[in-house]
Structures are given as C-alpha cells and as structure tokens.
C-alpha cells in the first residue's frame, strides 16, 4: 500500500476505545471482506485500502470492529476522492483527518 497506515491504525484503536462497537454493517465473518462497500472507486483500489486497513487493525480491534470502521471510513473517503490517489493518500496520513472519519463510525 502507497501510504503509511500506522496513523489509522492508531487513531482507530483510539476510536474504538472510546466508542461502543455497534456499527450497523455486517462484519468479516459474514464473508464480506472482498465485497464491493463503495461504488466510485475502481475496485482493485476499495480491496487494497480493506484489506490494508483490516490487517493493520485486526489485532487491536478485532477483524469484525476493523472491517466496520475501515468500510466506514472508505466510504467517507469516496465521497471526497474519486480514487486512492495521492491527494486520498495525503488526507488519509493527516492524523486529524482520520480521527475526524473515524468519530463518524461509532
């Protein structure tokens, strides 16, 4: 993956500890870790951002809680972006940016 996902790492096990974990999306148990969550994305770009996203934040979070806040924040970031381009990239190293995502997915 192009960018450094240690600070969504952080910022959503910070998330996760300060919220409960009732995200109303079904979980990667329901086999929905390759299923399509967007639709303005290409959609080799939704799974790298995912599947990088679960596997950072599986341990600390769990991979049920990790797929529903990473899901949850990719579909925030493909509102902003049409796809993981440098500028998506840019925003997503922005700590700030991320908590702010991440706040929407309690």
């Known amino acids: 993956m192009k960018f450094s996902l240690y600070s969504l790492f952080s910022l959503l096990l910070l998330a996760a500890c300060n ?13 929905n870790t390759r299923q399509r969550v967007g639709s303005r994305w ?14 950072k934040a599986k341990d600390a979070l769990g991979e049920d809680t990790a797929f529903n806040y990473c899901k949850c924040i990719l579909l925030q970031v493909e509102s902003k972006f049409d796809s993981l381009s440098s500028e998506a990239e840019a ?10 995502l991440a706040q929407n997915c309690k």
């Open 19 to 31: 919220s409960n974990t009732n995200v109303e999306t079904k979980g990667a148990s329901d086999n």
């Open 42 to 55: 290409p959609k080799e770009d939704e799974f790298e951002f995912i599947d990088g996203c679960v596997e």
């Open 91 to 100: 925003f997503l190293n922005d700590p700030d940016q991320v908590a702010s």
